[in-house]
């Protein structure tokens, strides 16, 4: 039986992002085989922080996403530990690199892809990344983290420098709470609320909104349970199936296309496994479009309102 998660938050706020950014420095400090690339977005991925103590380890490849994954994985095979960071709408334009120059030959080459989400903002959808988990899940061999606060993604960037394999960290623009650090291993879910009516199941800064959800629920008299996932690959099949049989009505909740995601990957373990509902929420079919984070989030059914809104309907 899983334990529940003591979440306690520390009253302060930053992003994914700029944890990442702090993360690599943190981590660069205590091996000095880690490097850093980064295909002309330092300022906004956060790599400068690595690059500001460790200038010599740190490589700028130019708007070149292609040639720094193939720089990275050359630099593997010399026992170096490559970090290579870019938005992660551009996982796209690298993506044969990142299959046959990485995940193929199972290189030690980590990706730290930023500004994933609807939530980037007034960048609008041509650079909001939805559909990036998909992505990342169907390649063999990838370890994929959603870190949910800073320090969950330091843990995150801490556990990709241990493995020996590609990895993938998906970070965020908008900010966050942050919350003391908790208990952390890789491919294990959290119980952040215990419930017996149903589950939700979510990942990354959806954890804050999912929270907020969870309370209006019990507003209207239903006890639901909170799971969040830092790791998505390898996933928590044990605990989701715990859960789903607990509760008998499962939803999952993510900043990503409801394809290929975390409802995805949730409903793989469940199918054939039990009887219950199963809905997710997330991105329909849709791309993101320019805006305020919040806006996006009550346009696309993220907002903390619309999701208590979806699971209450669902739950009749």
């Known amino acids: 039986m899983s334990k529940l998660v003591n979440l306690v938050p520390t009253g302060e706020k930053d992003s994914t992002r700029v ?106 959808g041509s650079h909001q990344a939805i559909e990036d988990l998909a992505l990342m899940r169907v390649l063999p061999g990838m370890t994929i983290f959603v870190p949910s606060d800073a320090n969950e993604t330091y843990q995150c960037v801490k556990a990709a420098s241990e493995i020996d394999g590609p990895v993938f960290i998906r970070t965020a623009r908008l900010p966050s709470p942050i919350y003391e650090e908790r208990p952390f291993e890789v491919g294990k879910g959290q119980i952040i609320r215990d419930g017996k009516d149903c589950v939700i199941y979510t990942c990354g800064i959806m954890l804050e909104h999912t929270l ?51 409802g995805d990957a949730c409903a793989a373990v469940l199918c054939g496994k039990g009887a219950f509902t199963f809905e997710k929420i997330g991105i329909e079919d849709r791309f993101g479009q320019s805006g305020k984070p919040a806006a996006l989030l009550e346009e696309y059914g993220l907002s903390a309102g619309k999701i208590a809104e979806r699971i209450a309907a669902g739950m009749k």
């Open 19 to 124: 944890a990442y950014g702090k993360a690599l420095a943190r981590v660069g400090a205590e091996n000095e085989k880690i490097v850093v690339l980064d295909a002309d977005l330092a300022q906004a991925t956060m790599t400068k922080e690595f690059k500001a103590v460790f200038p010599e380890r740190f490589y700028d490849c130019g708007i070149a996403e292609a040639n720094m994954v193939d720089m990275a994985a050359g630099m593997s095979t010399m026992g170096l530990i490559p970090f290579c960071s870019t938005f992660a709408v551009f996982a796209g334009r690298c993506y044969d690199q990142i299959r046959n120059g990485v995940c193929y030959p199972h290189f030690n080459v980590k990706f730290g892809f930023s500004h994933a989400g609807v939530t980037l903002g007034e960048d609008g």
């Open 212 to 262: 907020k959800a969870v309370d209006l629920l019990k507003e209207k008299g239903i006890d639901a349970a909170l799971v969040s996932f830092h790791t998505i690959k390898p996933l928590d099949e044990e605990l989701v199936l715990e859960y789903a049989a607990k509760t008998g009505h499962v939803f999952t909740v993510e900043e990503h296309s409801t394809i290929g995601g975390l």
